[in-house]
């Protein structure tokens, strides 16, 4: 059985043979003020001192998350690039909601969670033009509970190439930071996908990590805590697997 730094070493050297089978030269993440991509930034960062990249990419988010993201970036000392990404995005958002409006075919119950989606995927895009540039690869910083439940954007958040903290539970995620040394307020925050004012992934999902730890774990939960995760889990069957094709006809 190995030790929480032995696995951590492990992750490490991990990251570099990916790079090096990939051929490509280092690695990049979006880093928000959350647990998750800050643990990610520490291990690339540990992998790659030289060839490393965090991008901060506030979207009408709060200023807590930039604030955080920033004392991430002190705390590991990775390179990053600071990119303001509101105007681009609301501008995108509201050419399409204006097209569909003029058809008469936009419907508004929707309107929050299309605006969350296209954040998420509006730094995908950003996240892979700097890796084209500097040819590195995306890193993405999903943990088991949120794969388990499919919580994530298509294409956006969950748009990249390797997934170093996948097989982590959330617990996991928290007491691996802790050994990395991430800063105490990033520790402290309740995890959120800052996608609108005063969300919170527990809220959202009706359900705790906790609850979600222990099922991925293969543990009992209440049945009403199962019932919830059961849903999520085949709901977003689609996003763990590549899209379907028809047969050879
Ligand atoms: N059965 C199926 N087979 C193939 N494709 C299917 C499909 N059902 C939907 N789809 C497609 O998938 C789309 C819906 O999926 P998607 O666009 O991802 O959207 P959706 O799953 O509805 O929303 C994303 C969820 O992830 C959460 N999130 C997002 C980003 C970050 C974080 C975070 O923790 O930081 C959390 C967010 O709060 C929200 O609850 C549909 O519009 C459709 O295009
Ligand atoms: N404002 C942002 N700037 C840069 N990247 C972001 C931003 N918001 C989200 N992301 C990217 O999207 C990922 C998914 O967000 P998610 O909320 O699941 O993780 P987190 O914020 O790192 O952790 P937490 O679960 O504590 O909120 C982030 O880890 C990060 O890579
Ligand atoms: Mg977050």
Known sequence: ?????EKIEKTVDWL???VKTS???GLVVGI?????????ACLIKKAFPDNSLGVIMPIKSSPKDREDALKVVEACKIKYLDLDLTEVQSKLFDIVVDNMKEKDMYNEDN????DANLRARIRMSTLYTAANNLNYMVVGT?????????YFTKYGDGGVDILPISNLTKREVYEWSEVLGVPESVLNRAPSAGLWEGQTDENEMGTTYD?????VKGEEVPEKDKAIIDRLHSRSEHKRVMPPKPPVF
């Open 142 to 150: 999903d943990n088991a509970a949120e794969v388990h439940t499919g």
């Open 23 to 25: 051929g490509t030269k």
């Open 16 to 18: 570099r043979e990916q």
């Open 32 to 40: 928000s003020g959350g647990i998750d991509s800050a643990l990610v």
């Open 111 to 114: 309107t929050r969670i299309s």
């Open 211 to 215: 609850m979600i730890d222990k099922v």
């Open 1 to 5: 059985m190995l030790t929480m730094e």
